[in-house]
């Protein structure tokens, strides 16, 4: 499956994004999705997952509360609606496909989209 982010830009502090991730190749429901995201000089890290039907989510404890994952498969899209928008969320967001279900395994996830940039300022 080939996986394509879009949807980062510039923010203020407390506004909302919500980028997506259009899939294209095999069957996009066949696999759970996860988005994480990379700062300036971090380690990626785990944001956000979903089931393949989307009715199972996880969420890192900074993202909970703040953060949604949802899918629509007959779309082949999945988004990460993110409010009140911190400067530490400020990164690349990835997002990904995996087959192995719900995960924040960075390991566990196959394939990855190129990353949109997400600017938060204060």
């Known amino acids: 499956v080939q996986l394509q982010a879009s949807g980062g830009g510039l923010v203020q502090a407390g506004g909302s994004l919500r980028p997506s991730c259009a899939a294209s190749?095999?069957?996009?429901?066949?696999?759970?999705m996860g988005w994480f995201r990379q700062a300036p000089g971090k380690e990626r890290e785990f944001v956000a997952g979903?089931?393949?039907?989307?009715?199972?989510?996880d969420y890192a404890d900074s993202a909970k509360g703040r953060f949604t994952i949802s899918r629509d498969n007959a779309k082949t899209t999945a988004y990460l609606q993110m409010n009140s928008l911190k400067p530490e969320d400020t990164a690349v967001y990835y997002c990904?496909?995996?087959?192995?279900?719900?995960?924040?395994?960075?390991?566990?996830?196959?394939?990855w989209g190129q990353g949109t940039l997400v600017t938060v300022s204060s």
């Open positions: 190749g095999r069957a996009f429901s066949s696999y759970a």
């Open positions: 990904a496909a995996t087959s192995v279900g719900v995960t924040s395994g960075i390991l566990d996830y196959r394939y």
């Open positions: 979903a089931s393949r039907s989307g009715s199972i989510t």
